[in-house]
């Protein structure tokens, strides 16, 4: 599948989304998809645009996250591994598809993560990620109602699914979020 320019992404996203919040979740899993893509030797377009797209459904249908995603991505053209990856992110919470590739395996991983690093960088002076440690994020993480709604067992156990440690996972996710910290308001 040939993947559209950033720019009909998200038109695609607009059209379902109007959450400024949102839009830079969307962009925040976006790079580290890119990141990590990179890393990987992957198709960093396809990576991002999964990343990019993973919540498409979320702003109109938030109390049916990805009860829609199926057919609001088909109804854009994308094929069936574009739309699997999409909805392996929700597995065990909102889908039954489980994360199978690599990438989804990373998507599933880093959706949380990169929420959680935001709200980290969020507290800071600098309200940035650029002087963001990983021995911070693992400060907050030991608090429970810090982020209260970041699900740490999904991330916890997508870093387990990719053979990493937390603390790689949230470097690596921090370096990410660090490519695009202006273009994601961090």
């Known amino acids: 599948m040939t993947i559209p320019s950033h720019e ?20 925040s899993v976006e790079s580290a998809m890119r990141h990590f893509a990179e890393k990987h030797g992957e198709d960093i ?3 991002s645009a999964v990343g990019f797209l993973h919540d498409i ?11 829609h ?9 994308f094929d069936e591994q574009f739309i699997h990856a999409v909805l392996s992110h929700g597995w065990k919470l909102c889908s039954d598809i489980e994360p199978e590739h690599i ?9 949380e993560l990169t929420g959680f690093i935001a709200a980290c960088a969020y507290v800071r002076p600098s309200k940035s990620v650029m002087d963001l440690e990983v021995s911070s994020v693992k400060k ?3 608090t429970p109602a810090f982020a209260a709604g970041v699900n740490r067992t999904v ?7 990719l053979g990493m440690t937390l603390e790689d996972l949230i470097g690596e996710t921090i370096i990410a979020m660090r490519k695009d910290a202006k273009k994601i308001g961090l």
């Open 8 to 27: 009909v992404l998200e038109s695609i996203w607009r059209r379902y989304n109007t959450d400024e919040s949102l839009y830079r979740h969307a962009l």
């Open 45 to 47: 377009d396809f990576w």
């Open 57 to 67: 459904d979320y702003g109109t249908y938030p109390h049916e996250h990805l009860k």
């Open 69 to 77: 995603t199926r057919e609001i991505l088909s109804e854009n053209g």
């Open 103 to 111: 990438m989804e395996k990373v998507l599933y991983a880093v959706d």
């Open 140 to 142: 907050k993480w030991k």
């Open 155 to 161: 991330i916890e156990e997508g870093a387990q699914m």
